[in-house]
């Protein structure tokens, strides 16, 4: 890891580069005391599920608080809260837009564009901690998707920003920003859950429309070394055209209730993530852009528990656009969510 006083400018390799950290504020650890908490599915997954599937319509959203998150975010994509106090954010910079062709060229609708991708630590109070730059400004790989947290390592994607590109699979310790890439895809990988139960990696493409699992249990076996690309064990279509799912959570393997269970011909535990995100529902000659949440199984794509999300932010920005991540508190479920880029607020709810 290189520590500095500002966003480190030089270029350096993606593949097996060190972080540039910029440390904002020294006497903070990015982590507190220094000790991890445990994850949703060995704390709060199944509460989480059992909550989630006693959500109705309309659900009635209580505010419980809105932070500033200082500085520049960037665009932020997913978050994961590593104890009450800490939110990693993944976000995005671009340098060189990316361009629309006129039509499709070798599988993908525009130029790479360029830019870097970094994660961002904040405390409970909005300010930034640390500032962890994942690729050199200038890289083609610098969408840094929605992530996910292990209770040991957060994990995400660094993914062009178009379909049908590449992507770096990258495990992040929180409590020094270190970086390790594992491997390759030969395709857009935005959302990221970790099956610890499994070993198992699940990613999303381009819209979340389609999943791809890795068993990283006899890592590096079986693995193409980097920079060469490594195919996936398997691959599932998404069943839901609701919402496509930007950021995900592993909750665990949980029972699901029993209307549930037999209207997916399971009745057995079930590896469940909760995801959010948004889609653009045209209607007529005019558009909109509709937010949701979900549990999903990780193995089959099937949509569990589908809640339409109709919160904005203060900006107008549907509230599941971006990163998500959720909670029980006092036997309550929460949700936290960062709608907005560049000028971005934290929203806590919380379900009546």
């Not at 990988?189 to 699940?202: A, K, M, R, S, Y």
């Not at 990613?203 to 249990?217: E, F, V």
């Amino acid at each position: 890891m290189k520590i500095s006083s500002a966003v480190a400018l030089t270029a350096v390799v993606t593949l097996g580069a060190a972080t540039n950290v910029t440390i904002v504020r020294p006497n903070e650890p990015f982590v507190p005391n220094n000790k991890l908490p445990k994850s949703h599915a060995e704390s709060d997954g199944g509460a989480i599920v059992d909550l989630f599937t006693n959500l109705g319509r309309p659900v009635n959203w209580r505010l419980i608080s809105k932070t500033h998150l200082e500085g520049d975010t960037g665009e932020p994509e997913g978050m994961a809260r590593v104890g009450d106090d800490r939110f990693f954010i993944s976000a995005g910079r671009w340098t060189v837009p990316t361009k629309t062709y006129p039509h499709p060229i070798n599988g993908t609708d525009r130029s790479a564009g360029a830019g870097f991708a970094h994660m961002l630590v904040y405390d409970g109070q909005g300010r930034l901690i640390a500032n962890g730059t994942l690729t050199p400004p200038g890289d083609i790989q610098y969408h840094g998707g929605g992530i996910d947290y292990d209770g040991r390592y957060i994990w995400i994607t660094l993914a062009q920003y178009r379909p049908n590109s590449t992507a770096t699979i990258v495990k992040i310790d929180p409590l020094t920003l270190d970086q390790t890439p594992l491997f390759r895809t030969h395709d857009h990988n935005g959302g990221i859950v970790h099956d610890t139960i499994t070993d198992e990696l699940v990613t999303l493409n381009w819209g979340g429309r389609n999943a791809t699992t890795w068993s990283i249990r006899d890592y590096p076996h079986g693995f193409t070394p980097l920079p060469g690309f490594t195919p996936p064990q398997s691959s599932v279509p998404d069943r839901s055209f609701y919402v496509d799912y930007q950021d995900c959570k592993f909750l665990g393997h949980h029972m699901l209730p029993a209307d549930i269970g037999t209207a997916t011909g399971t009745n057995i535990r079930r590896p469940i993530m909760l995801c959010g995100g948004v889609a653009t529902i045209q209607y007529g000659s005019s558009s909109f852009n509709l937010g949701g949440l979900a549990l999903v199984d990780t193995q089959t794509m099937l949509s569990l528990w589908e809640v339409p999300i109709e919160l904005l932010s203060d900006l107008g920005t549907p509230m599941t656009q971006n990163p998500i991540d959720a909670a029980v508190v006092d036997g309550k479920l929460r949700i936290y969510a960062v709608p907005d880029q560049h000028n971005s607020t934290l929203y806590v709810y919380e379900a009546n």
